[in-house]
């Protein structure tokens, strides 16, 4: 089945500093979601990118989608402790018609913050 | 206010019991979907259900089984010949209008808390 490889597995930042997290895929993909969940906690939604080099901003995360459709980041300016939590990409299967009903989801990125 | 609920959110089991996870959404949504979580995982696809009375295998289904019997609820159970059932378990339920939705915002999964489940 596809996979989305997502790095790095952890990262651990200092308060203000930035962070980012990338999600790569072999195949064009139709969309592609992202989610955070923090510590014992459960996924929340962020945001759905659809188009060839979209990019959305939420505050300090930005959002990027690839001109391929391969690849997508998630990059977050001056952390806060309230960033902490693992951050995941989702895409649908090929050939899928764009439909989300088997998300492939990534093994997700860890942000700790240091205060 | 509109959610899923799961329960419980705490189960220990002991080998050869079948458990049976609870999951009831009032978002009047058309799709479920169960998850399962493992240390440093991601989310990984149990069942699926489209529709009232369908569900679909996902990637990892030996072992469990589901029933779609209302609208509102998805119950999972974790029979005796799941391997490894110990795990956290999410319940999540979409819109459900699949198809070509590029330009749509379909399919955005909303998730219950979640079940732990700890096999003694």
């Known amino acids: 089945g596809q996979q989305v490889m997502q790095i790095p597995q952890y990262q651990h930042v200092q308060e203000g500093e930035d962070f980012t997290t990338y999600c790569n895929s072999s195949?064009?993909?139709?969309?592609i979601q992202w989610y955070k969940q923090r510590p014992g906690g459960h996924p929340v939604f962020l945001i759905q990118?659809?188009?060839?080099?979209e990019v959305k901003k939420q505050k300090r995360l930005t959002f990027q989608f690839g001109e391929a459709k391969k690849n997508s980041s998630l990059h977050i300016t001056a952390t806060q402790t309230t960033d902490v939590g693992t951050y995941f990409c989702a895409a649908p299967p090929r050939n899928s018609g764009g439909s989300n009903y088997k998300l492939t989801f990534g093994k997700g990125t860890l942000l700790t913050v240091n205060p | 206010d509109g959610g899923i609920t799961q329960s419980p959110k705490y189960l220990f089991r002991k080998e050869g019991q079948n458990v049976t996870l609870s999951c009831e959404q009032n978002?009047?949504?058309?799709?479920m979907y169960w998850y399962r979580q493992d240390p440093g995982q991601g989310l990984r696809l149990i069942y699926y259900s489209q529709i009232v009375n369908d569900f679909q295998k996902g990637d990892i289904a030996e072992g469990y089984s589901v029933s779609r019997e209302k609208k509102e609820s998805f119950p999972l159970t974790v029979t005796s010949a799941q391997k490894n059932p110990t795990a956290f378990y999410l319940c999540?339920?979409?819109?459900?209008?699949?198809?070509?939705?590029?330009?749509?915002?379909?399919?955005?999964?909303?998730f219950g808390a979640g079940s732990r489940l700890t096999v003694l």
């Open positions: 978002l009047n949504h058309d799709a």
């Open positions: 195949t064009t993909l139709s969309n």
């Open positions: 999540a339920s979409s819109t459900g209008q699949g198809g070509y939705m590029e330009y749509s915002g379909a399919n955005v999964l909303t």
């Open positions: 990118l659809v188009k060839s080099g």
